[in-house]
């Protein structure tokens, strides 16, 4: 069974910086794509930034030059540095990754699911 943990939330001052850190486990062949989202009170959630498995990144435009996503792939662990951290990035933030288990092979490729970590909040105060 894969799962995705998310760590590092907590309470900030705008200014200041936070460490994301999402570990996956279970029986995983390949997680081409790993990446942060966050929901607001009363908002959709929204993607902040994903990174590919050759290390390629994207960013919100809300976040680029503060945030930067890394990962370590023999670690199955993917972080979000958050620096400059403003009272609007106060969220939930949420790890998601497409990955393959071994079930999912095709018989010439493997397929992926998306999977949804439990989130972890953060809140920056003005």
């Known amino acids: 069974q894969v799962q995705l943990v998310e760590s590092g939330g907590g309470l900030v001052q705008a200014g200041g910086s936070l460490r994301l850190s999402c570990v996956a486990s279970g029986n995983i062949v390949t997680i081409p794509v790993m990446s942060w989202y966050r929901q607001a009170p009363g908002k959709q959630r929204e993607l902040v930034a994903s990174?590919?498995?050759?290390?390629?990144?994207n960013y919100a435009d809300s976040v680029k030059g503060r945030f930067a996503i890394s990962r370590d792939n023999a670690k199955r662990t993917v972080y979000l540095q958050m620096n400059s951290l403003k009272p609007e990035d106060t969220a939930v933030y949420y790890c998601?990754?497409?990955?393959?288990?071994?079930?999912?092979?095709?018989?010439?490729?493997?397929?992926?699911?998306?999977?949804w970590g439990q989130g972890t909040q953060v809140t920056v105060s003005s």
């Open positions: 998601n990754a497409d990955i393959a288990s071994p079930s999912d092979y095709k018989g010439s490729y493997y397929d992926t699911k998306k999977y």
């Open positions: 990174i590919t498995s050759g290390g390629g990144t």
